[in-house]
């Protein structure tokens, strides 16, 4: 989440003859298709190089996903192709935009809902969840509950599903603005999950949720030398953002802070920084290129920073947003900052 043009060229000329490569052994088609699932397999050295190589290799895709079904229109894959199909078409949607490929995604789900047999119901629910996950994005209250609602039929009706874990965690994601709804989908997640990664990212996960409301233990002596304690800085709501150079986001989300904090009255809020790379040059790099003079916290472990472990930091960028006394009030403080901190000094 970068192939040179060149690449992208030859993944063209694949694709314009995709349909003739599949049409031949439906074992070996359907091995391609699988194959496929791996993604591209070069890295891209630009955001526009990167979005190209996700286009040609959805293109890819599709037209092998399309060759298959229309030359083994009676094989046993077919609705499995169906389906991967219709959650190609939706992501294809989502990237590029186009309501076209959203629709047809959304047509094939309802199609298969007249053929789907009982065993495979539970990968048709399950496409359909997903569908939904991919629309809503961020989403408002009513979408959000829309979704639980249909994670929670889903859990009703497939109970022993081994997805149900991971998929629990994931919608909890988008709960930061209903922590108790947070905490419950976590806690339900935390009882079914067996694989030790999921297990340790519901954690941490906890860790934060069961924070929120509460005084935020957290002091450091910062790369510019002064001892920072979040008990002292009390009386003016505070931004905590979690960031690294390594991670693509970070710098947006730093920029889109130091504008929240530009648009709000001057010295209304403060800012503090905790950077998770593991080399200091990397961090005054990072510091300099964008002009950063907040405290930054820094000790070169990475993930393994006993800060980020503490407080259960799992995900970068993490913006936090404290109150006056030092509170948790927000997980996602980066959505609508600006208005989260006015409500703030309003309450002061």
């Keep these: 989440m970068r192939a040179r043009v060149f690449w992208f060229l030859a993944v063209l000329g694949i694709f314009s003859g995709g349909m003739d490569v599949l049409a031949g052994n439906p074992d070996d088609d359907w091995k391609e298709i699988v194959n496929l699932d791996a993604g591209p397999q070069l890295r891209a050295t630009s955001a526009q190089a990167a979005g190209a190589t996700v286009i040609a290799h959805l293109d890819l895709q599709e037209a092998a996903l399309r060759a298959f079904l229309a030359a083994h229109p009676q094989e046993a894959r077919v609705f499995e192709g169906r389906l991967r199909l219709a959650r190609l078409l939706q992501i294809r949607g989502d990237f590029q935009n186009s309501d076209k490929a959203r629709v047809e995604s959304k047509r094939i789900l309802d199609s298969l809902e007249k053929v789907a047999t009982p065993e495979q119901r539970v990968e048709l629910d399950f496409a359909k969840i997903a569908r939904l996950m991919r629309s809503l994005r961020q989403g408002n209250q009513v979408q959000r509950e829309e979704l639980l609602a249909a994670a929670r039929a889903f859990q009703a009706a497939h109970p022993s599903d081994r997805r149900l874990a ?183």
Excluded: C, Y
């Design 166 to 348: 991971a998929l629990l965690a994931e919608i909890s994601t988008l709960f930061d603005p209903q922590p108790k709804t947070k905490e419950q989908l976590l806690e339900d997640a935390q009882g079914l999950a067996t694989e030790e990664e999921l297990k340790s990212r519901i954690a941490d996960d906890l860790k934060r949720v069961h924070l929120v409301g509460q005084e935020v233990p957290l002091s450091f002596t910062s790369v510019q030398g002064h001892e920072i304690k979040v008990e002292e800085l009390r009386g003016r709501p505070l931004f905590v953002i979690f960031f690294a150079d390594f991670s693509p986001t970070s710098s947006a989300a730093i920029i889109t802070l130091q504008k929240t904090v530009a648009e709000l009255p001057k010295g209304s809020v403060r800012v503090i920084g905790i950077d998770l790379d593991e080399k200091p040059e990397t961090l005054t790099a990072l510091m300099k290129a964008r002009s950063i003079t907040w405290p930054v916290a820094f000790d070169g472990k990475g993930w393994q920073s006993p800060l980020a472990r503490a407080l259960g930091i799992n995900a970068l960028p993490t913006v936090w947003l404290l109150d006056a006394h030092g509170r948790l009030r927000s997980l996602n403080a980066l959505d609508g900052a600006a208005g989260k901190a006015r409500q703030l000094l309003q309450e002061r």
